[in-house]
Structure formats: C-alpha cells, structure tokens
C-alpha cells in the first residue's frame, strides 16, 4: 500500500515549528509495513490545501492529513477536501453533539466559532478523539483519506484508535511482508560503522540515520513468506549485530538512559550524578525514564567552585591547583557524590561547554568524565566538537555510554583517553 | 520569489528522523521575506527525486534541496538533479581537489567511494561548506537550485554562507516588504489569547502556533513601503503585545530560560534549584544558556526521601507527616537550597510524574512549586496534564515562569492555588 502525508500549516511551510506529525504518521505506517513515498507540506489555503489532495490522490492508496481542522478562519482542510472530491461542505450533527458534549464535560463555553469544527465534507465519517475535537475519514474510489487534527497529542491518541486498525486489517490482505528494525549504536562515525558492516551482503536494505550524537541503522527485509521473511530479518540482524558489538545499545524504541535504567535494575545498582558542564542534563535524561527513581537517588548540579566544594567535598586546594575542570577534580566529584548518596555508582561531568570560558590550556570542548564505584575509578579525558547544546549532550551520551559499558562488564572503548 | 523545499531520504518519509532541516531552510527562507510555498520529502530512489524536482521548478522561483548528497550507495540526488536537468553527471576537478584536501586536513583516508562525492551535474557551481564536503548550485531558465548536505550542522553553515547573501540579493530587489516577528506567550490557552485579543483588526496576518507548553503568534505585515510596513508592522505589535500583558514572555529566538536569565543578569540576583520531579531538567534549561554561571549556583536533584533530608535539611518528620509531594516539602525544599548556595532565589518542585506513583490523594500531574526569596515564600499546587516527559516540561515552564513574573514584580496569576 503507497501512502502519501499532507501536513498542512503556514507554521510548517514557513519553519516556525518543526513537522514532527509527519514523522510520527510516517513511522506508524512503516511500522505497519505500508510503504510511504511522500510527504508534502502546504500552506493554509485552500487552493493549494486541494491541489496537494488531488495530487496525492493520484498517487497513492491512502492519503493521511494532519492540521487545518480548527476552529479559527485559517482552519480550510474541510473546504479544500470538498474542493477536492467535488462534494458539499455539510454541518455533521452528530459530530457538532459530539463536540457539544465535551465542551460541557470540560466546563468550557460553546461559541458560534466553535461550531466550525463540525462542518465536514459530504460522506465523512467522525473519528474517535477522547482528548480533542476533530478528525475525520472520507472513502473514494476505494482510496482513503484520513483527516487528523494538527496537534500532535491529540493526533497520537487518534491515530492510535483510527488508523493504526484501519492499517492493521489492510495490511493483512497485502500480499509483501516486510519486517523492519532500528539498530541504535553509539561510538563509531558513519563511516566506521560502514567499516564494521562490510562485507555483509544480502536480500536486505540498511539505511544509515545520523541522529547526533547516535547512528541509527534502519534494516528492512521483504518477501512474499511470513516465516521466510521473519528468518531472513533475524539471520541478517545477528550478523550485523555481531559486528556492531559493544556499540550497538539498543534496538526499536530503545533510548540509552533506558538501557542504563534496565541494566541498573538487573544488578540491584544504584546511581548518583554530580554535574558541572552538563548542568543537569544527565540527571534530567535519566529520569525521564519511568520507574527512574527505583535506582536514581540523588543529582547535584554543581556550577560555582563553592558548590563543588560544599556540595561534594571537593578540597578548596585541589581547584585551586588543578582547576575546576581537570581529572583530579572529576575524580573527587564522582567519589563524593557515590558516597554522600551511598549508592553502587557515581558519575561526574566538569568542562567547558562554551561559547566562552576556554583557554589555551582548556578549550571550549575539553571535558573530564569519571566513573566511581566502591573498588573502581575511571577517568577520561575528551575534546568534543559542536555548540554548547551538543557539548552537553555528547558529553551526557558519554557519561550513560560508559555506565553502560561498566554494567555489561566491557572495558571502555571510547574516544577519551 | 515563491520557494519550495524538496527533502531527499529514506529515513524522513519512514518517519525514523524528525525533518529539522525543512523546518531551518523555510525559517531561513521566510524570514528574508521569501514566501515558501511547499515543502516535500521523497525517498532515495532517482527517479521520484527527479519528479519531485521537476514538478518544483514548474511552480517555484528558488527550489531548496537537501539530502542524499553523501558518499553511500543510497545517495543519489546528484544523478536524480542530472536526470531531472537532462544533463550529464560530471566528476568536477576543484571539487575533489577540495575534499582531497580537506581528508588530508582531518587525517583521514581518501578511499575510492568518497570520490562519488565529486560527481555532480554540468554546470554545477559548489558551494562552501566549511566543515563538511558537500553541496552545489544549479541554474536553469533563470531560476536557482541549490543542493545542500542533510546533516544539520553542516547544512546550517554553507546555508549561511551560500544561500542567506543570494536570498538578500535577490530580496532587496523584490517589490514586496515584509515584516514578520514570533510573539512567545505562556499561560492562557490559544482560545484565551484570541479571547485577549479579540477586536484587533487590520492590514497584517497573525497565525497561531501552538508549542507545547507555550503558544506562538507569527505577525506577519506586507506592503510596498518599507517605512509604511515597519510602521504598521510596529503599530500591531505594540497593540497585541499590550493586551497580551505579562502573558508576552519573549519574542523571536528567545526563550523562557534565556529571559529568566537576562533578567537574573539585570536585578544583579543569584539563583538555585532543588528538583524532584523536575529530575534535573530546571537546571538543565538554565544551564542551555551562555553565561547562565553568572547567576545559577547550584542545584540539587533529589530523588530520594534520603536526599530532601540530608542535602536540603527537609525534616524526616515533614515526609513523614506530609509526604514528599506536599506543600510543607516543596517550602522547605526552595528555602533549604537557597540557604545552602546563598542565592537571591531558591525555586523547588516536587509532584508525581507518572505514569505510575499516582495515588487517590496525591493523583498523577499533581505538583507542588516553591519560590523562595530573603523575605518572601511563595507555594503553589498544581495539577498538570499529560504523560511523564509533559507533566516535566510543564513543571519547568512554570516554574522559571514564576521566577520571571517574581523578577518583573508581578504577583502570579498562573493556574496554580
């Protein structure tokens, strides 16, 4: 099945936010192994809003459309789907009920603006939306379009109660199987990673997904046999598994501090951070995961000499004599930040992120990571590229890459020395 | 000049990468005052990319490309622009000669596949790419192309140094003036704003932008005149940004921390954040911006019951009695690390993120958040909606909110009691 995403806004077209909803859509159809092989984005009018319709109506076997379905006058996604199929723009009355009755439940006033959202074209049937308004469905000449609403809290909860069946049943009658899987490695370049894979040949496709500071390797196998098909994706997957090694820390939806998380529990481990340059971003990115404070205790987030110092025990001589960013200095946050907090791990992150700060001696990029446990402390040194943002980022990547490595028992392997 | 944006790759029409890169050039674009008019995505497959470029030439005068450019097997659009120009595919001397060069710069081998990146189409002029390798220009009948690397980085600097001067050019001598601004708002609702700013009308377009938690107004104004514009421009402005009040937190590329920030710089005060259900991600804000070292001390995040107690003194008595997510903990919290870091400001949150912990009482989304002062403490319970990584995004936003509205000396009106 060709599928083909119409996201409409002048806020996309015109760069003011970046169209995650078009990713989101597509990722849910190629999970669904429908193919999709295009995307446009057009502006709030409704000439263009239709042509792009018509368009991809050509084209493809279900066209999926998000945004344009508000309540205020640039809203023109029903008009131009009129437009588009040539039928009447019509006030549905059972999704105007529909409407009605959430704007009570929710204690909010009903206006005449609001009645907008129920004009729908002819023939359009109302999709589910517990946490929003709008959202529809139109059929022709055996082609699909679907109609969500533009923001995207509202478009996952639809889409999961819409379109994810509406694929679901397609996609069993279709007569391709395809199995997808996303590799996640952290450590090589691209062209390393290129390196490590060569040789491996075979009925499959790899596409390289540079997601700083990650490569995500997408690899897809298709085939006309379910259990050749699941055999071929799994053979393929191991080898490149394999070569990966270590680098490769996740698959799917996997995000490193989760795989730090899941390692954590499985040990019965625990961990404290003390932070300098990443000013709280690791400790931010560990908790993001649920179920966090299982083995997360404590963070400091030590930016002043006063605070390493009063924080972390960190003597008022060794800064003054190493500076605030140097191994020595790194070592001692990890170690007082592990026992203050008495947990298996510390971790500690001092550096110079930038813009200013560096020196000759210390340029902007220069980061010092330590890892503390009761019998064992490490130390490396690493010179990052990029602005203040990726600094801190690669360098919280580092810091959860090694604990990583620590809890599977592999020496470090990265960059720092 | 009517611009279109064509993005080339496999891993945006699958949905595996978020395409930032549309979202920049149409920024880009945009705010020169071109009017970008569609953006699409294909996959790496020649023929649809050359399709998708001629269909852009028919209707754009400037057409946008990026992707598919690099050194793998999957990088086709060299060939497909070849193709779509019915020229032919030519290695270019100078280019490899530059990228020769440049390997040899960064110590890395040359090997025969990273000659692929010198084969570009006749005609092709390349553009500079200071820290990458790629990227070329193309005219045909009076109209421009340019090809541009899809790495962000990368992408960002040759656009500065390749398309901003020949958008300005062409620009100054375009007929239309436009004067555009982003207005950032948090509080209200977007039905609220419109209810601020309701019975303002006149000669400008104002598009609402929704993103999550803040809302976003683009105020667009056009004309002949370039004072006329700027004027009027100006006029519109100042009459939404006065009935939107406290509610207006910044305009264009600013953003909530970086305002609490020049704001902290301004009064000459010092702050300090205690987080719990935050995880670090307050600090983390703060810390996103250059310089913030002036003015953010220290911060603690303290997951544990253990950790309120021994690094920000909360009696164990208080958790006991109250919980940790009570109004008593959040006040000793804010006023224990402001003591501790000796800071004009301690801010605290504490609440349940989800999705599990929630209980009858004390429901998921509930948080607490403190502001304390030498001679002021401020509490306020809140209950926020949406998943983990929402309900933390919220805390923070309202908590530097609230430090904000503290620092212009008003008194809060958030949803908070």
Redesign the interface.
């Known amino acids: 099945m060709r599928v083909e995403?119409i996201t409409v806004g002048?806020?996309?077209?015109?760069?003011?936010?970046?169209?995650?909803n078009?990713?989101?859509?597509?990722?849910?159809?190629?999970s669904l192994g429908a193919e999709?092989?295009?995307?446009?984005?057009?502006?709030?009018e409704v000439e263009?809003i239709a042509g792009?319709l018509r368009e991809a109506m050509k084209r493809a076997d279900l066209v999926l459309v998000t945004g344009g379905l508000g309540p205020?006058p640039?809203d023109l996604t029903p008009q131009a789907a009129a437009d588009a199929l040539d039928r009447g723009l019509i006030l549905h009355s059972g999704y105007l009920e529909t409407i009605k009755e959430k704007f009570r439940r929710w204690n909010?006033k009903f206006t005449p603006s609001d009645e907008r959202q129920a004009f729908v074209p002819e023939g359009a049937e109302p999709l589910p939306n517990p946490i929003g308004l709008c959202g529809f469905k139109l059929e022709e000449e055996g082609k699909s379009i679907f109609f969500f609403p533009g923001?995207?809290?509202e478009l996952a909860k639809i889409v999961e109660r819409s379109l994810l069946p509406f694929l679901r049943e397609k996609m069993q009658g279709g007569k391709e199987i395809v199995r997808a899987s996303?590799l996640k490695v952290f450590g090589p370049t691209e062209?390393g990673v290129?390196e490590f894979l060569q040789g491996i040949e075979g009925d499959f496709e790899l596409?390289?997904?540079?997601?700083?500071p990650e490569i995500?390797l997408?690899l897809v196998v298709r085939g006309a046999d379910d259990e050749e098909v699941e055999a071929r994706h799994q053979r393929y997957e191991g080898k490149i598994s394999e070569r990966l090694g270590i680098y490769l820390f996740g698959k799917g939806d996997e995000v490193m501090e989760g795989v730090v998380g899941r390692l954590l529990k499985e040990k019965g481990a625990t961990i404290s951070?003390a932070?300098s340059c990443?000013?709280?971003?690791?400790?931010?990115?560990?908790?993001?995961i649920?179920?966090?404070?299982d083995y997360?205790?404590?963070?400091?987030?030590?930016?002043?000499n006063?605070?390493k110092e009063?924080?972390l025990g960190v003597p008022h001589s060794t800064l003054e004599r190493f500076g605030p960013v140097s191994r020595e200095t790194a070592e001692l946050m990890a170690k007082g930040v592990r026992e203050?907090?008495r947990t298996t791990l510390g971790i500690a992150t001092t550096g110079i992120v930038?813009?200013?700060?560096g020196t000759p001696k210390t340029p902007v990029g220069r980061v010092f990571i330590a890892i503390a446990a009761e019998d064992m402390i490490e130390i490396k040194k690493y010179d990052f590229f990029?602005d203040?943002?990726?600094v801190?980022l690669m360098t919280s990547e580092v810091a959860l890459d090694r604990v990583r490595r620590y809890l599977m028992g592999h020496s470090s392997r990265s960059a720092g020395e």
Not at 10 to 20: C, K, L, P, R
Not at 37 to 44: C, I, L, M, N, Y
Not at 278 to 288: D, F, M, P, S, Y
């Open positions: 995403i002048d806020e996309v077209i015109s760069g003011h936010i970046v169209d995650t078009a990713a989101f859509l597509a990722h849910t159809a190629f999709v092989t295009r995307v446009v984005s057009v502006g709030d263009v792009a205020t640039d909010l923001v995207p809290r996303l062209a290129k596409a390289y997904l540079p997601s700083f995500r997408r951070v932070e990443t000013g709280g971003l690791v400790a931010h990115r560990i908790t993001e649920p179920g966090s404070s997360f205790l404590q963070g400091v987030v030590v930016y002043s006063q605070a009063k924080l203050q907090s930038g813009p200013t700060g990029g203040r943002h990726q801190k």
